[in-house]
């Protein structure tokens, strides 16, 4: 189906508003034709010195104007109501399709290009359809009625003041070939635009810290320029076939001045006649000059759907079966059967062959070098990707079987850079579960070690914190979403890397609080420190995205070199070999 017949698929909710405004768009065109024929007999009426017939015929453009204004009004309620309808469903259609993708699909966009969609695009459809057609039908029923009007008065007349309108529909179809592809190509750079602003916002904090504002406002200024360039071949489209479309019919004004002025002369027409004929013909000038523009926008229309319905036909990839059973009872065991896992667009594979049981309520640490694959591992298990083959079972379950929302409902994830949204501290804190009691936010605070520093945050709990949270340092972050993580009271709680940012002693004094909550619920922990690590009781060792050892700290160290090679090179609290593992870990 065409871009343009699906465009008007989005009307179907509203056929009775957009027949309305159509009627009242009618109507109101109806009025307008009235005038210059009244005007017309308004004229002969003056020669014929009929006082009274004149103050009727006053009165009747009078009122053709007040009906014109009424029906004008009412189209223009009407339509906006359609128009702003279908920007609401619109979005509403979007943004329920973006949230149920899968996360693979965002790892491929840049946020700028989606946001563009959402906005730019939208906006230019809806324009279009609330507005831009009915305009259109407007302008083409104003064409038709007066077009009538004029054979009804004068035929001869109105064959020569007509002859230009197959060019300007030649024209205009020609007009719109031209400017649907430059059209999207401005969509597209304008999209180009929008995420690179978005980057630099986003970036800030990197471009200040190496004082590359220059170079970002260069790109940005080539970003800039692109559009600019673009557009101006579809201004320039604009600029010469619009006025073109205009320019026509004033060649059909010239031959009715001769031709009509001299019938006037000849006393083969009356002077009303032939002011009506003339008024008649400036009416459509009008219409035909906007068509230029209508069809602009119909082609800016089109070309936005066009990028719109690219999204929207990005079927979800994740498959969930219709009558998805709930994650059944248990206390977290996970197991890991032939696991691999290779990322979209990606050649190696992230996963490989992994068979990992981690029985329920322990605690299991993931080590291994940077890219080996364990935060992979672990986005496995909320399925936040699916495992490219093997399978993921919790409590016996396949993930890929269990409804996804009672599956994440029982899995916290905290990693090293959490996001937290522009709201207070309670409502980051009570995210998974906004009916929590200020008491429960509280609580979970003091165990992620949050209280004290929030305790002196201006309005404590009800601070607003920043977009990403910046007013907050990103040890202060993480503890707020460790505290997110234990108020979602999880089956399986996932700490990748989530104390990184707190200095020694908080994380010791988070340790001491996570060894409470951790009790009864599996945990992972992916960490490079020693100390965090030895939270475990047990460690797997991934290397390129395979499990290569598995044991306890002591046993590893003895028995597998790559750990103890991990362990040396890769935490930062490299342990003497006389000093006991507790005391390292300060516990
Ligand atoms: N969303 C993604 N799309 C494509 N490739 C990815 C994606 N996420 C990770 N990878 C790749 O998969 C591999 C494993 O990445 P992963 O994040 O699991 O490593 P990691 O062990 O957690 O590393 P680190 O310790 O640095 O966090 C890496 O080669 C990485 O480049």
């Known amino acids: 189906m065409s871009t343009f017949k699906r465009l008007l698929g989005f009307l179907s909710p509203y056929k009775i508003g957009v027949s309305v405004s159509f009627a009242l768009a009618a109507a109101a065109m109806v009025a307008t034709v009235a005038i210059p024929y009244l005007t017309g007999r ?33 189209r223009r309620l009407v339509a906006g109501r359609v128009s702003l309808g279908v920007e609401y469903d619109l ?11 899968e996360l693979g699909f965002f790892d491929h966009q840049q946020t700028g290009q989606l946001m563009s969609r959402v906005t730019v695009d939208l906006q230019a ?10 305009f259109i039908g407007q302008a083409l029923f104003t064409i038709v009625l007066a077009g009538i009007a004029m054979f009804l008065l004068e035929p001869g007349l109105a064959a020569i003041a007509l002859a230009p309108v197959p060019f300007v529909v030649v024209i205009a179809f020609r007009f719109g070939r031209r400017s649907r592809p430059a059209n999207q190509e401005v969509q597209q750079r304008v999209a180009e635009l929008t995420a690179e602003a978005e980057e630099n916002v986003s970036g800030v904090r990197v471009v200040k810290a190496f004082a590359r504002e220059e170079r970002q406002l260069e790109r940005f200024d080539h970003r800039v320029g692109r559009v ?15 006025p073109f479309i205009g320019f026509l019919p004033n060649l059909g004004l010239a031959a009715i ?14 002077l009303g006649e032939f002011t009506a004929f003339y008024a008649y013909l400036l009416l459509l000038i009008g219409p035909m000059r906007m068509l230029g523009f209508l069809l602009g926008s119909a082609q800016r229309a089109t070309a936005s759907g066009a990028r719109i319905f690219q999204l929207l036909d990005r079927a979800p990839a994740m498959d969930v079966p219709a009558d998805a059973p709930p994650l059944p009872d248990g206390r977290g065991r996970v197991e890991l059967r032939g696991v691999s896992l290779a990322f979209e667009g990606s050649r190696q594979r992230a996963l490989a062959d992994v068979d990992l049981v981690v029985e329920a309520g322990s605690t299991v640490a993931l080590v291994g070098p940077t890219g080996s694959g364990k935060t992979a591992l672990v986005s496995l ?26 599956l994440r409902h029982e899995i916290a994830i905290v990693n090293d850079d959490p996001f937290l949204f522009s709201a207070t501290v309670h409502d980051n804190i009570a995210y998974a579960r906004p009916d929590a009691t200020r008491e429960e936010v509280e609580t979970a605070a003091r ?12 309005n404590g709990y009800d601070t607003l914190i920043g977009e990403r949270g ?7 972050r993480q503890r707020i979403a460790i505290a997110r993580a234990l108020l979602a009271n999880p089956r399986i709680l996932v700490l990748d890397d989530a104390t990184s940012a707190v200095d020694a002693s908080t994380e010791q004094e988070i340790k001491q609080a996570l060894r409470e909550v951790m009790a009864g619920r599996t945990t992972f922990v992916i960490a490079h420190r020693l100390s965090t690590i030895s939270l475990a009781d047990e460690i797997v060792v991934l290397d390129h995205g395979r499990v290569v050892a598995r044991g306890t700290h002591d046993e590893l160290l003895d028995s597998d070199d790559f750990y103890a090679e991990v362990a040396a090179k890769g935490l930062p609290d490299r342990i003497a070999p006389d000093v006991p593992r507790e005391e390292v870990a300060g516990l």
Not at 46 to 51: A, E, M, N, S, V
């Open 91 to 101: 979005r509403g259609r979007l943004y329920s399709h973006l949230q149920a993708l």
């Open 470 to 476: 910046l007013t907050l340092s990103g040890g202060q």
């Open 381 to 406: 298990l909320p399925r936040l990707y699916d495992a490219t083959a093997g399978e993921v079972l919790i409590d016996g379950a396949n993930v890929q079987r269990v409804d996804p929302r009672s």
């Open 125 to 134: 459809v809806r324009f279009f359809l609330g507005y831009g057609l009915i």
């Open 257 to 270: 001045l001769f031709v009509g002025g001299r019938q006037v002369i000849d006393g083969t027409l009356t």
């Open 228 to 242: 600019f360039d673009q557009a101006m071949i579809a201004t320039r489209l604009q600029a010469f076939y619009a």
């Open 447 to 458: 165990r992620a070690r949050a209280a004290g520093f929030v305790g002196e945050l201006p």
């Open 42 to 74: 308004a004229i002969d009426t003056t020669r014929d010195g009929d006082r009274s017939a004149l103050i009727w015929l006053a009165i009747g453009v009078g009122i053709a104007g007040l009906l014109r204004l009424a029906f004008s009004v009412g």
